[in-house]
């Protein structure tokens, strides 16, 4: 099997296009500062590839398998997906789309104050304020996908706001009593995103595009899956 990818440096990050099966596309965004290790404990096994060719055309490099296509623009700033030559989604204003920032780890001597409480959200500990020091560099990260006027929007767990189309939509993404972030959102036009990444997250559905946000990542890392059934991109 002919298995070919993009892969490119862009200066502030690395970005890689891998065609992760003969329906799903991975796209990472890496660093300088970024690690190696798994991201989260959400893909398992190996990826079973795709036959598939990377060619470039007027400085636009294109990864083709049998039915599913990316184009990286020119500048490195945009990746178009198709699917038997039909739009599918862009994912744009990536160069750069990962932001460095300083991660710091409590520093809680013996003879600090912990207070633990019961409420409506269970058991808490809060600590009085306490030293910290500097542990390591990793990232913001965004994710900017156009989006279509008669598109919609669904999945990313269960929210207690109610809402099933999330067009024009925010969310916050993490585990809290009745909430269960699932990082995965399916779209009307065929594709769902899954995002890997043991962060929290924010989603935000705006005019033409919606974005989900990391605030911290090592690398970002998604999965896009395409299918006729929301049973196959899930």
């Known amino acids: 099997m002919q298995l070919d990818f993009i892969d490119v440096d862009t200066g502030p990050q690395q970005l890689r296009v891998v065609p992760w099966s003969e329906t799903i596309i991975k796209v990472s965004l890496s660093g300088p500062f970024s690690t190696r290790t798994p991201l989260s404990g959400a893909v398992v096994g190996e990826s079973p590839g795709a036959q598939s060719r990377v060619r470039s055309t007027e400085g636009r490099s294109i990864l083709e398998t049998h039915d599913l296509a990316a184009e990286l623009a020119a500048d490195n700033d945009s990746i178009v997906f198709t699917r038997n030559g039909m739009l599918v989604t862009t994912l744009r204003n990536i160069n750069p789309a990962l932001a460095p920032r300083a991660v710091y780890k409590p520093l809680r001597p013996e003879d600090v104050n912990v207070e633990v409480t019961s409420g409506a959200d269970g058991m808490r500990s809060t ?83 919606f974005t989900i946000s990391c605030s911290c990542v090592g690398r970002l890392e998604f999965y896009l899956i395409f299918g006729d059934t929301f049973d196959e991109l899930i």
């Open 127 to 209: 600590l009085d304020a306490v030293d910290r020091e500097f542990d390591r560099t990793a990232y913001t990260g965004v994710l900017e996908f156009r989006t279509d006027p008669d598109e919609h929007l669904f999945g990313l767990g269960q929210h207690e706001e109610g809402h099933f189309d999330l067009r024009g939509q925010h969310q916050y993404l993490y585990q809290h009593n009745l909430k269960i972030s699932i990082p995965i959102l399916l779209s009307s036009r065929g594709y769902s995103v899954f995002v890997d990444g043991a962060s929290a997250m924010e989603f935000s559905d705006g005019s033409g595009a």
